[in-house]
């Protein structure tokens, strides 16, 4: 772009005032009402932030609360989730200048350096959540597959995966914030600077992002494949992880968008399409690291009894004409029992040390003792009474095993 430094403080004023990029032939500047497609940067905007606030929270319930063990990945998480706030705040911040997908020529040139400015500053966000969130994809994927004390060939891939894109992550900052000195001018057209050009940098940065999502696509398919499970399992477990898929869709169509922008002259416009690719690339990426808690969470739920306490309020908010009549039928003084919420059962698997819960059937009203009475209450609800005999006889084995065995024949 034209460097606005060597202006007049006159030309500047006028300067600054005019289209950031000559319109084509025929065509007239629109400042005030431009054309643009703001309502789907409004969709892609809200529909990002619902989805990786949504992933955020079950994430951190099942681990702070539910199973209260939490990693380093945790935290990596926490920050990586508030560089995105940052960046989709950023998002809502463009709406407010120009919008998305606005022509650079109906764009002044002191809005320009304002979105120049927020490109700078969403880049530097993309990088560090991106960054961040594929390292604690990585660690938590390490603490799910490789037992403790191994060293085995995916402990050793997620290694090399995740400090490769440490490393990437660092030199991706460093170039992008000196790639201008001094650094405001960046940003400013009106401050002059020695700039080198970073569209090879760009392009490699989004070649990376594919290959990177790639890796972390192939890494746990060999160990799930490997599992001591069912082959229904196996693939119920490989879906789940095959949701990293739509971060490989997402960076393999963000890069030939980088290609394009790194090109063109029109930078307002082209810019749009990069940003959306890459928030889709992380909340991609927030699937792939929070779905796999979605069961904990909902099994929490089921077991809660909050899920039979909703249908009993549903069925009890719907008018049961069948009951009423029955009622009115034996209207002459009689008490009726008052409605109880349904009761959950559960069976204790004996076989087993850890004593899983196998919950079993809803039983109704009609199924339950008449007596409104509980345990709380204080009383006595049933009593049994039994009685014990036991015979001796002298021809009886002497042996626990006979005792318990006398069909079997014992060879003397």
């Not at 940003?275 to 099994?299: D, N």
């Not at 042996?399 to 318990?404: A, L, V």
Request: glycine letters at 6%.
């Amino acid at each position: 772009m034209a460097d606005l430094s060597g202006l007049s403080p006159e030309q500047l004023a006028v300067a600054l005032e005019g289209p950031a990029l000559a319109p084509p032939d025929n065509t007239m500047p629109n400042f005030d009402n431009p054309s643009n497609n703001n309502g789907l940067a409004q969709g892609i905007l809200a529909t990002c932030l619902a989805l990786t606030t949504l992933m955020f929270l079950i994430r951190l319930y099942a681990r702070f609360v539910l199973i209260r063990r939490v990693g380093f990945e945790e935290f990596l998480l926490i920050a990586s989730y508030a560089f995105t706030l940052a960046f989709i705040s950023r998002g809502y911040y463009q709406l407010n200048i120009v919008g998305f997908f606005v022509h650079q020529w109906d764009v002044r040139v002191r809005d320009m350096i304002l979105l120049l400015q927020n490109y700078l500053i969403c880049n530097n966000l993309q990088i560090l959540s991106v960054g961040l969130l594929k390292v604690a994809i990585l660690l938590d994927w390490m603490r799910i597959f490789v037992p403790a004390g191994t060293r085995g060939s995916f402990f050793w891939a997620c290694h090399v995966v995740m400090w490769i894109n440490i490393l990437w992550t660092v030199i991706m900052l460093i170039a992008v914030n000196l790639s201008c000195i001094p650094h405001q001018a960046i940003w400013d057209l009106t401050v002059h600077g020695k700039c080198f050009d970073k569209s090879r940098l760009d392009i490699a940065a989004a070649a990376m992002a594919l290959i990177t999502d790639l890796a972390i696509l192939v890494l746990p398919h060999r160990v799930i494949w490997r599992l001591h499970l069912s082959t229904r399992k196996k693939v119920g477990v490989s879906t789940i992880f095959c949701l990293g898929l739509f971060s490989c869709v997402a960076a393999a169509v963000r890069l030939p968008t980088v290609v394009a922008f790194d090109s063109s002259s029109d930078v307002a416009y082209d810019y749009s399409a990069v940003a959306f690719w890459a928030l889709s690339e992380y909340t991609s990426g927030m699937l792939v690291l929070c779905v796999p808690s979605i069961p904990k969470v909902f099994e929490q739920v089921r077991n809660s009894g909050a899920l039979a306490s909703l249908r009993s309020w549903i069925g009890s908010s719907v008018p049961n004409t069948r009951n009423g009549s029955q009622s009115q039928s034996h209207h002459g003084g009689s008490r009726h029992a008052p409605h109880s919420r349904p009761r959950m059962y559960q069976q204790i698997d004996t076989h087993s040390g850890n004593v899983p819960m196998t919950r079993l059937k809803q039983v109704g009203p009609e199924e339950q003792p008449r007596a409104p009475l509980s345990p709380d209450d204080g009383a006595i609800l049933r009593t049994t009474e039994f009685s014990t005999r036991e015979d001796h006889e002298s021809n009886s084995p002497k042996s626990y095993h006979d005792r318990q065995h006398p069909w079997i024949e014992t060879k003397k």
